[in-house]
């Protein structure tokens, strides 16, 4: 039921300071405001957000990423917001951007010892580039170098550098390289290369960076900077997954799947979920998910259970991230979140409605992006101690189809209320996800989420949000400016960073939105 009694409230909570960087991007009176406005959210910050000297001065891997800051980058802010007058821009800077991206990688695992990664203007002198550090950089990134002066700054800095990658930058193509290889040369005689050589994976793997970049989003382009820093020696878990088939891979699954990939050849849309996965990679997780969910068919989901769930044949180990550590709010309707008071948020509108929530914008690009994101969470009524979550989404599949898909995930208790371990399988494989309800309207009117889960088998690992609300539009203006602290010091994501769902067909009533299970609704 909606409490009205508390819309007020919510209405008028104070907003939250935001960095200098979000200022800028405001009007100045909004700006004034926001970081004048003291902080009294019911968020708990994320220390890996609030504490700079959390990000490791000494690192295993330095990577110095030379772009023009004050430009215009590739992301944008969301449409319906920017529509509203939000912004005084069309999307962040590339400064902004890169200075975000080198906390993610900073972030991410590695088995050496931390990552690091410095921004320098590709405008600065000959001495600012090496007093930013970028003279000791293992590998460096050009972004749109497009002038010989330019890049001759940019070479000198980095000449000792075992690996580069020049995007958009024909001035320094020649300079590319991983470990000291000039990959330019090496795609001269590609011919000669066999396919199972160092040389052939290295320029491969450049060809995939580039790819990853054209993209134009964050997700990618973080994969796309790790994937280097990986290839440069400093080994990332996150992106190091076992892709090369060897002789123990094919006598696993030959000796224990046969049958199953026997059944899978003889299948269409099976062949074309191999052939797909095969293309993408393994460590690209927005096209391995989107060949998945677009042939999804029986024959390749008991592949994939045999190879991957019972026997890893591929011999995977992914671990969730830890960071940043993302906490769960600590108070809700002015008192102290409980477990069964978290519950109760995420069942959300179910009863009055056919689903809890509809997701209005989502951080990660593999999952979180699919149109008409319809969540259904609810205890169940034969077992009082079961949650479940059944996630209804549409998708826009690789050979022209729009059909709804849906998945079955069993929720516990994590220890501190507001936490929840999710486990489900899904299309053969398991996982098991860390849920935080991060921040949500006293009134019900919108829920933000973030979650942390690993594919174990797959090599798969992965972070999210996600902003909900009862009809799938952004929530009012006034709670926009208490969303994006929460979204940033909750859980260290921009809202840049967040992707508008396209919820246009969202009530054409063709979804299926029975629960899985026979619910129990709370008050």
Request: proline share 5%; aromatic share 8%.
């Amino acid at each position: 039921m909606r409490a009205d009694a508390f819309a007020s409230a919510s209405r008028a909570r104070p907003v939250a300071q935001h960095t200098a960087s979000s200022a800028r991007r405001r009007g100045p009176a909004r700006a004034a405001r926001v970081v004048a406005t003291a902080v009294t959210s019911p968020i708990q910050p994320s220390p890996d957000v609030v504490d700079a000297s959390r990000a490791a001065s000494s690192a295993a891997c330095t990577v110095a990423c030379f772009a023009r800051k004050d430009a215009l980058s590739f992301m944008r802010y969301p449409k319906s917001l920017a529509a509203r007058g939000r912004f005084d821009v069309e999307g962040p800077s590339f400064g902004e951007v890169f200075e975000h991206l080198a906390r993610r990688v900073a972030w991410s695992d590695a088995d050496e010892g931390t990552l690091r990664m410095i921004v320098v203007d590709v405008d600065a002198s000959d001495e600012e580039m090496r007093a930013s550090g970028a003279s000791d950089a293992d590998v460096f990134i050009a972004i749109d170098v497009d002038d010989e002066e330019t890049a001759g700054r940019v070479r000198r800095a980095t000449a000792s550098a075992a690996t580069g990658c020049a995007l958009n930058s024909p001035a320094l193509e020649a300079d590319e390289r991983i470990c000291y290889q000039p990959t330019r040369q090496l795609r001269a005689v590609g011919a000669k290369l066999t396919p199972w050589s160092q040389a052939a994976k290295d320029v491969r793997l450049m060809d995939q960076v580039k790819e990853l970049y054209a993209r134009g989003n964050h997700l990618d382009t973080l994969l796309s900077i790790l994937l280097l820093v990986d290839a440069s020696g400093a080994r990332v878990p996150a992106v190091d997954i076992n892709q090369d088939i060897t002789l123990g891979n094919v006598w696993c699954i030959a000796s224990n799947c046969n049958k199953q990939l026997l059944a899978c050849y003889q299948n269409p849309q099976c062949k074309k979920s191999l052939d797909c996965v095969d293309a993408c990679g393994l460590n690209d997780q927005v096209c391995t998910y989107t060949c998945i969910r677009s042939y999804q068919n029986e024959q390749f989901e008991k592949l994939a259970r045999c190879m991957l769930h019972k026997h890893n044949c591929l011999g995977n180990d992914a671990k969730r991230p830890q960071l940043p550590a993302v906490l769960p709010m600590t108070t809700w309707r002015g008192e102290m979140l409980t477990h069964a008071a978290a519950e109760r948020i995420m069942q959300g509108w179910l009863g009055e409605k056919q689903y809890s929530w509809l997701a209005v914008a989502g951080q990660n690009p593999a999952y979180d992006y699919f149109p008409n994101q319809f969540q259904i969470w609810y205890k169940d009524k034969k077992n009082k101690t079961a949650f479940w979550y059944n996630p209804v989404f549409k998708v826009n599949t690789l050979d022209g189809r729009s059909v709804y898909r849906r998945s079955d995930y069993r929720c516990r208790r994590a220890e501190t209320p507001g936490t929840f371990i999710f486990s489900f399988m899904d299309n053969g494989v398991t996982s098991e996800e860390y849920w935080r309800v991060v921040d949500a309207a006293d009134d019900l009117s919108w829920s933000l989420y973030y979650y942390a889960g690993a594919a174990k088998s797959a090599g798969q690992s992965y972070i999210g949000a996600v902003l909900a609300t009862p009809d799938g539009l952004w929530p009012a203006e006034d709670q926009m400016d208490r969303i994006e602290d929460s979204l940033w010091r909750g859980c260290g994501v921009k809202i840049w960073e967040m992707c508008q769902v396209d919820n246009s067909t969202a009530h054409d009533g063709d979804a299926p939105l029975e629960p899985l299970h026979e619910p129990s609704l709370m008050p």
